[in-house]
């Protein structure tokens, strides 16, 4: 078939001029730019790029993938395991002659290493590589020993299960409540991006950070908000353009508005940051500087009709969006049933996240019925409600995880649960992604940034 196929092209030779020749496979042809009205080399190429995608899609390299990276995981938590065992088998008397000559740890953007912690010091700048914060949690069932005799497994597997609790609250709550306040405001998609979806996605940074500061006493908030930044724009908005069922369409004003803003806030926070303290003006200041960005959102469209009138030519008036790989999935925007699965797949994925899915679809109104849509603020208030409980659990158990294994909560902050927590952004993000929503996906990864920087 494939000499066929060459032998066909062959024939239009005369009439079209070859631009370039790679190794092929059985599926892939070669591209020619022909003068022919039945070869269409866009269209073309444009098939067979949508169907290499699909290939690296398939589900069994996603669950190759998934196997791997639990693989990898569970041997460098056994590693870090045998390790914290035998830490602990070392003498005592090695640790109290370190102790006195332990020198305190350097602080946030701090210059220059102290000898001595003042005493005014806030609780949370107090750490040390020898002491764990203990911070105000309920008393775990499970001593320290036990947790490094193999039961930290447990408090693993509940903060990986909070993860996928605040990607349910998210999804099959907290997207359709946005969906319909859009409507209902008439608001555009990056102004909802940028303010509902980014302050309701960023709730678990925010929550982590107000237990971090009344509860943890550490400076685990403000790790997972600078984590978290770093997740949002680099894998939040790569995931958007991996599973895009279209090419999204994206224009300049919204990115340009949404960083300046970030840049803003940015500058704003080193400078307070400075003293290694926060004041109540200085956080007057940061609240203050987004109140001005929603007040902007306001008047959004005015300013920008009159930017893109002085900036005049050179405009991009439309763009060519490439043909859809299928129809929509039939189960989008159904409401959530609580029926039971005809396959054994389903069945276990079913009996595995009843215990979030039932508490959520009792005590919150499901939008996507016509007979719920008038409830939408309760599902929405509701929603961060869950947020905020799902997040706390997730970081109590991490704070256990992070005192086995003898990490501080400020790395936890900066790795796992920047990770974990930015999950309702994520989900968030790629779901209006798969909507052809560029422009809210991106405003919604920027704008959560900046709610984390001057809210959180």
């Known amino acids: 078939l494939l000499g066929q196929e060459f032998q066909t092209l062959k024939l239009c030779l005369p009439a079209c ?19 022919d009205p039945f070869l269409d080399p866009h269209g073309v190429n444009t098939r067979y790029h949508h169907q290499s995608i699909k290939r690296k899609l398939r589900p069994g390299r996603i669950l190759g993938f998934i196997i791997s990276m639990v693989a990898v995981c569970t041997v460098c938590s056994m590693s870090a395991l045998s390790l914290a065992t035998t830490v602990t088998t070392e003498p005592t008397s090695i640790a109290e002659s370190s102790a006195d000559a332990a020198v305190p740890q350097r602080t946030l953007l701090q210059r220059q290493n102290l000898s001595a912690s003042p005493d005014d010091t806030p609780v949370a700048m107090k750490s040390s590589h020898l002491d764990m914060n203990q911070g105000d949690y309920p008393t775990d069932y499970f001593s320290v020993e036990d947790r490094r005799q193999g039961y930290v497994l447990l408090h693993m597997f509940g903060m990986l299960y909070m993860f996928i609790a605040l990607a349910i609250v998210c999804d099959e709550f907290f997207v359709p409540a946005l969906t319909v306040i859009t409507e209902k405001l008439e608001i555009s998609d990056d102004v909802a991006g940028a303010t509902f979806m980014a302050a309701g996605g960023s709730a678990p940074e925010l929550f982590t950070s107000v237990i971090g500061v009344f509860i943890s006493h550490s400076n685990v908030g403000i790790g997972t908000i600078v984590g978290s930044a770093v997740f949002n724009i680099l894998f939040v908005i790569g995931m958007c353009a991996l599973f895009s069922k279209e090419v999204l369409n994206l224009t300049w004003w919204p990115l340009f508005r949404d960083v300046s803003f970030y840049v803003i806030g940015l500058l704003l926070l080193i400078y307070f940051f400075l ?5 109540v003006s200085e956080s007057m200041s940061l609240l203050l500087c987004y109140t001005c960005y929603v007040t902007f959102m306001k008047h959004n469209s005015k300013v920008e009709n009159f930017i893109k009138t002085l900036l005049g030519n050179n405009q991009v008036d439309e763009l060519e969006t490439a043909p859809k790989e299928g129809e929509e999935d039939e189960d989008e925007g159904q409401p959530l049933s609580l029926a039971w699965p005809d396959t054994p797949r389903k069945q276990f994925t079913y009996l595995f996240i009843l215990p979030i899915v039932f508490p959520l679809w009792l005590t919150l109104p499901d939008v996507r019925r016509e007979t719920s849509e008038k409830f939408f603020p309760i599902t929405f208030i509701g929603a961060i409600c869950w947020i905020a409980f799902f997040s706390y659990l997730m970081v109590w158990w991490a704070h256990q995880v992070g005192e086995t294994f003898y990490i501080t909560e400020e790395i936890m902050g900066l790795t796992i649960l920047a990770a974990g927590t930015s999950i309702p952004d994520l989900i968030t993000s790629v779901i209006v992604a798969r909507k052809g929503l560029g422009d809210m996906a991106v405003s919604s990864s920027v704008g959560s940034n900046i709610f984390d920087i001057t809210v959180g």
């Open 275 to 279: 003293d290694n303290q926060i004041t």
């Open 17 to 35: 001029t070859m631009d370039f020749m790679l190794p092929i496979r059985s599926q892939e042809m070669i591209a020619f730019s022909c003068s």
